[in-house]
């Protein structure tokens, strides 16, 4: 097994500990009540019409503060479980995330028990005015000790499994021998497209009717033990009535067939997840779903099938993982930092224009600190834990603190609108392509520097560096990052006219699958005076069905201003340009080289009206939004990271703010969660606002404004 895979396989084994070890978590049951008994019948489901992209988010998805809870079935007193909520709610959390024995294999009346048990659980924490969000894993079914009971989900149902590519291998381990007391345990993956659903499907309605205001929808992924799942009669047959194509009999990327195979697995896992919301909303009408996705911008999505990009209208929980289960991201280095700071804007822009919620795992209060800092950044509402127990803390005080901020500014952190001027766009078809023969690509921070076996790099071939494709993107994030410029991520299969609108300058790197319709929209935006700079050795050179173009699908726009011997060529169409840089330029930023690249980046943007939002370039994290009469401005400093002692020093930074002329500016604060709020002086010239101001982890800087007539 890889060692990412089998990283993954630890983490399951681990949730499983902290859902049955006593003492190890808060641990709530509750006293039955028959008045809130629920009946495990499942009715008939009448399919209806799921989320679309752009619906509107129930209003306290995005006001939400999440705090996880473990319920085990031990007898406490109501007394005792109203104690355990309230603990949630002092700390400031308002949406709880419960999770129970529910998804693993059990009789009728082990699911009776349960259900019964989040029925209550549900009416006491709406009496706290919490909303209540259950998690239940989907493709990932444990039974436990299984090995050794007569009865388990993969003896029962074979045919119900997950097919590995060898046509042969059905998805079904036994837990870890690290831990002699799941040894037994089995975990089984299952087929999405095979008679599981209706089993699924029946244990999704009859939670729907506990009172639980959503439901989330866990572990819907392929097996993370890198089998290249699922090839069972049912996925085959599914494969070819919508591809059309015959499906592939090898492991091969340059094949066609493979690559619509890997392709596909992200759509099917999709549709899937938007079966199982339409579920939840037949049973109650009340009660959404939302998705939870462990694959962001890394090759993760590749391995395990679920690309985010995907899902649509949906809600999304993004589990974004730090590089250690056990010190969270206290031991990365700055670069690993700007990985884990692009993966939530990569989050940010794959959910648009929903809300989105993400982990926000620390260790100690600075890490923590800037860990929530970089979500709130990529506007995620955060659930703050403790790596890696969802139903933890890093403290009580340390939350409470943090989410009474977030709660008074809550508008200003969530109801705005970004301003970034820059969008980095990331191609998925790219990243298989290229790279879907590779693990990681999260981190580069590949040896520990505490021998930590919670590590996620095993070897230096699973860091960003190694890859062709995620290090040319990630390059490019890291100048935004590192120079002070706001910018948003766009998946390159969600590009619409309407989203590229309010960008000045685009950068594409290293896109090797593109169609005609996103060249032609951002032809089009170009046209308009946007700025395109595409990057890479392999622009455009392959259609969306990942079959080789001659000559690029870019050639016809940039085949002037310079000969095929010259890296970079440039092209004016109408008031824009598209500048086309053969290599790859992002790489060498990722690595620390040829500082003549940013500073040709840097020059084309200025020349685009896009310039860095301090005066002078520091260890700043800029991120910008807007609402009616306020601009948002976030600062993030960085600079104490990948240092032995990772002490956070205050930092003064100077900030030069564009303004429309037509607004007159009346105040600036600055507010952040570790000191009072006060207002500082500013200077407005022209259409810039300018400010200095002592940074900790996190200040947000609260522009005021009105509307001047001149």
């Not at 699911?111 to 493709?139: D, G």
């Not at 699973?462 to 290090?471: A, G, N």
């Not at 500082?680 to 300018?690: A, E, H, K, L, W």
Request: aromatic share 8%; net charge neutral; with cysteine.
């Amino acid at each position: 097994m890889h060692h990412s895979a089998l990283n993954r396989q630890v983490s399951i084994r681990d949730a499983v500990i902290l859902r049955r070890r006593r003492g190890l978590v808060a641990i709530l049951l509750l006293a039955l009540w028959s008045c809130c008994a629920v009946s495990s019948t499942a009715s008939p489901v009448a399919m209806q019409s799921g989320p679309e992209r752009g619906a509107p988010d129930p209003g306290w998805f995005r006001s939400a503060r999440i705090g996880g809870l473990s319920l085990t079935p031990f007898r406490l007193t109501l007394q005792q479980m109203e104690e355990s909520v309230g603990e949630l709610v002092n700390s400031g959390v308002n949406v709880v995330v419960g999770e129970s024995s529910l998804s693993e294999y059990l009789t009728e009346a082990e699911q009776a028990t349960e259900t019964e048990m989040i029925a209550a659980f549900s009416q006491v924490a709406h009496q706290r005015q919490l909303k209540v969000v259950w998690k239940l894993a989907t493709l990932e079914v444990v039974t436990a000790e299984g090995r050794k009971r007569r009865h388990s989900m993969a003896k029962d149902h074979p045919e119900w499994l997950q097919l590995a590519f060898d046509g042969e291998t059905r998805s079904r381990v036994y837990g870890s021998n690290s831990d002699p007391t799941l040894v037994n345990d089995e975990i089984a993956w299952m087929c999405p497209n095979g008679p599981f659903r209706s089993y699924l499907f029946r244990k999704l309605e009859t939670l729907a009717r506990t009172g639980v205001d959503a439901i989330l929808l866990g572990e819907a992924r392929f097996d993370p033990a890198g089998s290249w799942s699922c090839t069972d009669v049912h996925c085959r047959a599914r494969f070819t009535a919508e591809t059309g194509q015959t499906f592939p009999d090898s492991i091969n990327l340059s094949d066609p067939s493979f690559y619509a195979f890997l392709r596909w697995r992200h759509r099917t896992l999709a549709d899937f997840l938007r079966d199982c919301s339409r579920v939840v909303r037949a049973a109650s009408a009340g009660t959404e779903a939302i998705a939870e996705v462990d694959t962001v911008d890394h090759l993760g999505a590749s391995e395990t099938g679920l690309d985010g990009a995907h899902l649509g209208g949906l809600p999304v929980l993004w589990k974004i993982d730090p590089i250690s289960e056990v010190t969270a991201m206290a031991d990365g280095d700055t670069g690993d930092w700007f990985s884990l700071m692009a993966a939530g804007k990569w989050g940010q822009g794959a959910a648009f224009p929903r809300s989105s919620w993400s982990l926000s795992m620390g260790w100690r209060a600075s890490d923590a600190g800037l860990a929530l800092a970089s979500c709130l950044a990529a506007q995620l509402n955060p659930w703050e834990m403790r790596a890696p127990v969802p139903a933890s803390t890093v403290g009580n005080r340390f939350r409470a603190r943090q989410y009474d901020w977030i709660r008074r500014h809550s508008d200003s952190l969530f109801q705005s609108a970004s301003i970034a001027p820059v969008a980095v766009l990331y191609s998925g078809a790219s990243r298989d392509l290229l790279d879907g023969h590779r693990q990681g690509g999260f981190f580069d921070t590949w040896e520990s520097p505490r021998r930590d076996l919670k590590w996620s790099l095993g070897s230096r071939s699973e860091t960003v560096e190694s890859t062709e494709y995620l290090s040319e993107y990630r390059g490019w994030t890291r100048l935004l990052i590192g120079h002070n410029l706001p910018f948003d991520v766009v998946p390159a299969g969600t590009l619409t006219p309407v989203r590229l609108d309010p960008y000045r300058f685009v950068i594409f790197p290293e896109g090797a699958v593109v169609d005609e319709g996103t060249r032609d929209i951002l032809l089009n935006w170009v046209h308009g005076g946007g700025t395109l700079l595409i990057t890479g050795v392999r622009q455009g050179l392959y259609d969306k069905r990942g079959r080789r173009r001659t000559p690029s699908i870019w050639e016809e726009a940039i085949s002037v201003n310079g000969g095929d011997d010259q890296a970079v060529r440039g092209r004016r169409i109408d008031r824009g340009e598209v500048i086309l840089w053969n290599g790859s330029p992002g790489a060498s930023i990722l690595q620390g080289h040829r500082p003549g690249v940013c500073q040709a980046a840097l020059q084309w943007m200025a020349g685009a009206g896009v310039r860095p939002w301090l005066e002078q370039a520091g260890p700043i994290y800029v991120q910008a939004y807007e609402r009616p009469g306020e601009t948002i401005v976030h600062g993030v400093h960085h600079g104490w990271t990948g240092k032995r002692d990772n002490v956070p020093t205050p930092i003064r930074a100077a900030f030069s703010i564009p303004m429309p002329g037509h607004r007159r500016v009346m105040q600036v604060l600055q507010t952040s969660p570790d000191r009072e709020d006060v207002s500082i002086p500013y200077r407005q010239v022209s259409d810039t606002v300018s400010f200095s101001a002592e940074l900790g982890i996190h200040s947000l800087f609260l522009v005021k404004w009105e509307l001047s007539v001149r």
